[in-house]
């Protein structure tokens, strides 16, 4: 990756596992693949809610100022926290959104966007709770920027005890979804 | 006499890399250090360090418990410590101003122990789930009467839990409590934290007395000013009380044993200032400002002084770990070297008063102020260190 | 014959500190004998002195903490009880008294009494009731009788008054008593009895102040006084403590009203980590890690 540090945003609402979601990125990019990551949240009444909210900011270096302003990728899961948070990506920025729970509009030019039947794939593995690691492995396809083996490592040391594989396969149907969007793209 | 350093007890140490927010992290620092006793009351942005310990103290035969208020709280743990426990209370913004009378207490009582404030923006109910750092003074000169304190001040998790052992160990050393001062943004920011094992973490241990039942006087002081500890059971039957008092703890009301006891209390910390202060030093050499900070804002700081390099300007940088007592012998150093100091607070001027009071004028001192509720942008600490070198 | 007069000696005296007398107590001021009495308690239960600490608050009876020789510590106004709190979890192989005053306990720390009673935190809360402030000089304080003139209620007390006992058991005391500084061996035996007993213990000793709300309300001496509690206390163990309120110069209920076994905050604690914890958990009886 380049020395600039890539800034995350990941909306959605209260009991989507937004904030583990962020987590588990922040941890496999700083503890498994060695580099540095820092994780701030909302909190307050505020935060609760609708349109709740994790920013991670990864970098090679240690990261100083530890607030995002201007996401490089902007990772929705619900329609009020795209509306509440899109018109903060970067104009250049990525957007990944779940498709059955998000219509984008039109307003947002100049970004590329992603999309994912995420609460499906959930479903499908028979836990709709699991849509946030979909997600995860979506992110982790699309962006590059956390090894496979560190995502998958983050997601054990992280989910509740007794549910490490069906998360592990949650995270490879959103990986492989990612893989196979990105090589049609390109 | 100062003590030999010992080894943390493995039990309480965490060994092992892990991704915590400051608050947590705090809480580690603080098991890795020895503490068994917590007691607290929950309070924005402060809980989660008390909510770990709940969890994590059955584990490691330690004791929490949630006092009906902060005033409980603060005295409750001086029970734990005199019972021969190491411990501390948690608590933010109107639960720091209510433990204030117990800070003096524990000044007075020589009490090793640590006080967390996870500050907020304030005053009053302020900004609950938002930074600040306008603590500094209160946790400096919060409670009556003249005393001396220690503050550490964290600017990331991985600090908050170093720190934590530090402040511990330096509570123990000095027999006084110890202000760990984090804010908003760093209790609540997930980063890495580096745990290390037990034998690599180090620890001061508690100085106990080597007299004999009735021979033991509380508050006789060793070569360093600081008397020698017992714990509640050892057959020492002494008495302790939070009025003005002789070697023996009696209490006495006059100027005179007044005079030796506030000076006492007072210089074991001054005059090891030195050894206290904890400093992180970058670039000071040959810089013409230096920029001294201290918590989050040492990290904004750092990312304005990046800026200000990379225009090529001459800046240095001086984190304060620890704050109180203030590095004044490191800045009266560098005072005939620089031409200006910059000190960014999230507050609206409390530490760079005592920065003003070293420098005397002898360079210029500017202060970037910050209400709370948010960091300083970079830009406004640059465009301050710039118009300061014009 | 010798020429050496044997000095006559309290047999508590090696229970005090002596060194420190005389004590600041006004002559008629019935906290002395209250100390007194404890001190026999401690005797005849044959409490272990090493391991017994004692815990005051500020006032009058806050100074009860400097006079007595056991680990003792005279803390702040209003929080001996959190202090002894943790002490007593810190390590719960002590025995820890609080002593202090009426003020001290259920005017400023009121709270404090509330919950450590509440949680069945296992110590003993001795006050001594004087119905005023007296360091201060004779101010109101919860427990002042109704009409009774205070320095800041020069017409008259007009609040309703605290009964400590129904405050104590509706709380969740395990143990409620009350004796006046008059009932001697009462108080003393009622003392050796709480001692013997686990949980939150509360004994209210109803005691003179003559330099103070006595002489305000031209009440009389320190003998006065004691004639007063003698001549108006009533024996009543199996009062209810709703019924034990006090009126100024009324009938005063003295007795036993609370004896329950309940378990205590270490055990509720301990049995409530085991169930949930099961064998990761062990059992705690006081902190051990070496420091």
Same mark, same amino acid.
């Given at each position: 990756?380049?020395?600039?540090?890539?800034?995350?945003?990941?909306?959605?609402?209260?009991?989507?596992?937004?904030?583990?979601?962020?987590?588990?990125?922040?941890?496999?990019?700083?503890?498994?693949?060695?580099?540095?990551? @820092?994780?701030?949240?909302?909190?307050?009444?505020?935060?609760?809610?609708?349109?709740?909210?994790?920013?991670?900011?990864?970098?090679?270096?240690?990261?100083?100022?530890?607030?995002?302003?201007?996401?490089? @990728?902007?990772?929705?899961?619900?329609?009020?926290?795209?509306?509440?948070?899109?018109?903060?990506?970067?104009?250049?920025?990525?957007?990944?959104?779940?498709?059955?729970?998000?219509?984008?509009?039109?307003?947002?030019?100049?970004?590329?966007?992603?999309?994912?039947?995420?609460?499906?794939?959930?479903?499908?593995?028979?836990?709709?709770?699991?849509?946030?690691?979909?997600?995860?492995?979506?992110?982790?396809?699309?962006?590059?920027?956390?090894?496979?083996?560190?995502?998958?490592?983050?997601? @054990?040391?992280?989910?509740?005890?007794?549910?490490?594989?069906?998360?592990?396969?949650?995270?490879?149907?959103?990986?492989?979804?990612?893989?196979?969007?990105?090589?049609?793209?390109? | 006499?100062?003590?030999?350093?010992?080894?943390?007890?493995?039990?309480?140490?965490?060994?092992?890399?892990?991704?915590?927010?400051?608050?947590?992290?705090?809480?580690?620092?603080?098991?890795?250090?020895?503490?068994?006793?917590?007691?607290?009351?929950?309070?924005?942005?402060?809980?989660?360090?008390?909510?770990?310990?709940?969890?994590?103290?059955?584990?490691?035969?330690?004791?929490?418990?949630?006092?009906?208020?902060?005033?409980?709280?603060?005295?409750?743990?001086?029970?734990?410590?005199?019972?021969?426990?190491?411990?501390?209370?948690?608590?933010?913004?109107?639960? =720091?101003?209510?433990?204030?009378?117990?800070?003096?207490?524990?000044?007075?009582?020589?009490?090793?122990?640590?006080?967390?404030?996870?500050?907020?923006?304030?005053?009053?109910?302020?900004?609950?789930?938002?930074?600040?750092?306008?603590?500094? #003074?209160?946790?400096?000169?919060?409670?009556?009467?003249?005393?001396?304190?220690?503050?550490?001040?964290?600017?990331?998790?991985?600090?908050? =839990?170093?720190?934590?052992?530090?402040? =511990?160990?330096?509570?123990?050393?000095?027999?006084?409590?110890?202000?760990? #001062?984090?804010?908003?943004?760093?209790?609540?920011?997930?980063?890495?934290?580096?745990?290390?094992?037990?034998?690599?973490?180090?620890?001061?241990?508690?100085? =106990?007395?080597?007299?004999?039942?009735?021979?033991?006087?509380?508050?006789?002081?060793?070569?360093?000013?600081?008397?020698?500890?017992?714990?509640?059971?050892?057959?020492?039957?002494?008495?302790?009380?939070?009025?003005?008092?002789?070697?023996?703890?009696?209490?006495?009301?006059?100027?005179?044993?007044?005079?030796?006891?506030?000076?006492?209390?007072?210089?074991?910390?001054?005059?090891?200032?030195?050894?206290?202060?904890?400093?992180?030093?970058?670039?000071?050499?040959?810089?013409?400002?230096?920029?001294?900070?201290?918590?989050?804002?040492?990290?904004?700081?750092?990312?304005?002084?990046?800026?200000?390099?990379?225009?090529?300007?001459?800046?240095?940088?001086?984190?304060?770990?620890?704050?109180?007592?203030?590095?004044?012998?490191?800045?009266?150093?560098?005072?005939?070297?620089?031409?200006?100091?910059?000190?960014?607070?999230?507050?609206?001027?409390?530490?760079?008063?005592?920065?003003?009071?070293?420098?005397?004028?002898?360079?210029?001192?500017?202060?970037?102020?910050?209400?709370?509720?948010?960091?300083?942008?970079?830009?406004?600490?640059?465009?301050?260190?710039?118009?300061?070198?014009? | 014959?010798?020429?050496?007069?044997?000095?006559?000696?309290?047999?508590?005296?090696?229970?005090?500190?002596?060194?420190?007398?005389?004590?600041?107590?006004?002559?008629?001021?019935?906290?002395?004998?209250?100390?007194?009495?404890?001190?026999?308690?401690?005797?005849?239960?044959?409490?272990?002195?090493?391991?017994?600490?004692?815990?005051?608050?500020?006032?009058?009876? %806050?100074?009860?903490?400097?006079?007595?020789?056991?680990?003792?510590?005279?803390?702040?106004?209003?929080?001996?009880?959190?202090?002894?709190?943790?002490?007593?979890?810190?390590?719960?192989?002590?025995?820890?008294?609080?002593?202090?005053?009426?003020?001290?306990?259920?005017?400023?720390? %009121?709270?404090?009494?509330?919950?450590?009673?509440?949680?069945?935190?296992?110590?003993?809360?001795?006050?001594?009731?004087?119905?005023?402030?007296?360091?201060?000089?004779?101010?109101?304080?919860?427990?002042?009788?109704?009409?009774?003139?205070?320095?800041?209620?020069?017409?008259?007390?007009?609040?309703?008054?605290?009964?400590?006992?129904?405050?104590?058991?509706?709380?969740?005391?395990?143990?409620?008593?009350?004796?006046?500084?008059?009932?001697?061996?009462? !108080?003393?035996?009622?003392?050796?009895?709480?001692?013997?007993?686990?949980?939150?213990?509360?004994?209210?000793?109803?005691?003179?102040?003559?330099?103070?709300?006595?002489?305000?309300?031209?009440?009389?001496?320190?003998?006065?006084?004691?004639?007063?509690?003698?001549?108006?206390?009533?024996?009543?163990?199996?009062?209810?403590?709703?019924?034990?309120?006090?009126?100024?110069?009324?009938?005063?209920?003295?007795?036993?009203?609370?004896?329950?076994?309940?378990? !205590?905050?270490?055990?509720?604690?301990?049995?409530?980590?085991?169930?949930?914890?099961?064998?990761?958990?062990?059992?705690?009886?006081?902190?051990?890690?070496?420091?």
């Amino acid at each position: 990756m380049s020395k600039a540090p890539t800034e995350i945003r990941i909306g959605g609402f209260g009991g989507q596992g937004v904030i583990l979601s962020g987590i588990i990125i922040g941890k496999a990019f700083s503890i498994y693949d060695g580099k540095h990551a @820092t994780l701030t949240q909302a909190f307050g009444p505020e935060a609760r809610g609708s349109a709740c909210s994790a920013q991670v900011i990864l970098s090679a270096e240690p990261v100083l100022y530890p607030y995002v302003a201007k996401p490089d @990728t902007l990772v929705v899961m619900s329609q009020e926290a795209y509306t509440k948070f899109s018109p903060d990506l970067k104009k250049d920025g990525v957007l990944l959104y779940e498709e059955d729970l998000v219509q984008p509009d039109d307003t947002i030019k100049g970004i590329k966007s992603y999309s994912i039947p995420a609460t499906r794939f959930a479903e499908e593995l028979g836990r709709k709770l699991v849509l946030n690691i979909v997600m995860v492995g979506f992110f982790s396809a699309i962006s590059n920027l956390l090894s496979e083996k560190a995502a998958k490592k983050a997601i @054990t040391a992280s989910v509740p005890k007794g549910t490490e594989e069906l998360n592990l396969k949650a995270f490879k149907k959103g990986y492989e979804y990612g893989k196979k969007l990105v090589a049609r793209s390109s | 006499m100062t003590n030999k350093m010992i080894t943390a007890d493995p039990k309480g140490v965490l060994t092992g890399s892990h991704y915590l927010d400051g608050d947590h992290a705090c809480c580690e620092g603080a098991l890795a250090a020895g503490c068994r006793f917590v007691a607290g009351y929950p309070i924005t942005p402060s809980t989660e360090v008390v909510e770990r310990f709940s969890a994590r103290c059955p584990q490691v035969g330690g004791m929490f418990i949630q006092m009906e208020d902060e005033i409980a709280s603060s005295i409750a743990i001086y029970g734990g410590v005199w019972a021969g426990a190491k411990a501390m209370t948690v608590t933010s913004g109107p639960g =720091f101003s209510l433990m204030m009378e117990h800070i003096g207490l524990g000044v007075m009582l020589e009490t090793p122990c640590v006080f967390v404030n996870v500050q907020r923006g304030g005053p009053s109910t302020g900004l609950p789930t938002l930074p600040g750092q306008a603590d500094m #003074m209160q946790a400096r000169w919060g409670s009556h009467g003249d005393y001396e304190i220690i503050a550490l001040s964290p600017n990331s998790p991985q600090e908050a =839990f170093d720190l934590t052992i530090e402040a =511990f160990n330096l509570s123990e050393q000095y027999r006084v409590p110890v202000m760990m #001062m984090l804010d908003e943004c760093v209790g609540h920011m997930t980063e890495k934290v580096i745990i290390p094992k037990a034998e690599e973490i180090k620890i001061y241990p508690r100085r =106990f007395t080597k007299a004999k039942p009735g021979e033991y006087l509380p508050y006789k002081p060793g070569p360093d000013m600081v008397p020698d500890l017992v714990k509640v059971g050892d057959g020492h039957r002494f008495h302790i009380t939070g009025l003005t008092h002789d070697e023996r703890g009696y209490p006495v009301m006059n100027h005179i044993c007044q005079d030796q006891l506030v000076r006492r209390l007072m210089d074991k910390i001054n005059k090891n200032a030195d050894k206290i202060t904890h400093l992180e030093e970058d670039g000071t050499e040959g810089a013409e400002c230096v920029v001294v900070s201290y918590g989050i804002t040492s990290r904004i700081a750092a990312r304005a002084i990046d800026m200000a390099r990379a225009e090529g300007l001459k800046v240095g940088h001086i984190q304060c770990k620890v704050v109180w007592p203030f590095p004044a012998k490191r800045i009266l150093e560098l005072v005939p070297k620089v031409k200006s100091f910059v000190m960014p607070e999230m507050n609206m001027g409390q530490v760079v008063l005592e920065l003003e009071r070293i420098v005397k004028g002898q360079a210029q001192v500017s202060l970037v102020p910050h209400a709370g509720g948010m960091v300083h942008e970079p830009e406004v600490i640059l465009q301050a260190i710039k118009q300061s070198l014009k | 014959m010798s020429t050496e007069e044997k000095k006559p000696t309290n047999p508590i005296e090696p229970l005090l500190r002596m060194e420190r007398m005389p004590h600041i107590w006004c002559p008629g001021c019935g906290i002395g004998t209250t100390v007194n009495c404890f001190a026999r308690a401690l005797e005849d239960t044959k409490t272990d002195l090493d391991k017994t600490a004692l815990v005051s608050g500020i006032g009058c009876t %806050g100074r009860v903490a400097g006079y007595l020789k056991l680990d003792s510590f005279h803390t702040t106004h209003g929080r001996p009880i959190p202090f002894a709190t943790g002490l007593k979890l810190a390590n719960p192989k002590l025995n820890v008294v609080v002593y202090s005053g009426d003020g001290d306990l259920f005017a400023i720390g %009121g709270n404090h009494f509330i919950h450590a009673a509440r949680r069945n935190i296992d110590i003993l809360v001795i006050c001594v009731n004087n119905y005023t402030y007296g360091m201060t000089g004779g101010q109101l304080t919860p427990t002042t009788p109704y009409s009774a003139i205070a320095s800041t209620a020069p017409y008259g007390n007009f609040e309703k008054t605290f009964n400590l006992p129904y405050l104590a058991e509706s709380c969740g005391a395990a143990f409620v008593a009350r004796w006046t500084s008059y009932h001697v061996r009462q !108080t003393a035996k009622c003392m050796a009895e709480a001692l013997g007993k686990k949980g939150f213990r509360f004994i209210e000793i109803i005691s003179p102040c003559p330099t103070l709300y006595q002489r305000r309300n031209k009440l009389g001496d320190g003998l006065a006084f004691m004639k007063y509690l003698k001549e108006n206390s009533v024996r009543k163990d199996d009062a209810q403590t709703k019924d034990v309120g006090l009126d100024f110069q009324g009938e005063i209920t003295v007795g036993k009203f609370v004896d329950r076994e309940m378990p !205590t905050f270490l055990d509720d604690m301990n049995r409530r980590l085991s169930e949930t914890m099961g064998d990761k958990y062990e059992k705690y009886e006081g902190i051990k890690t070496k420091i």
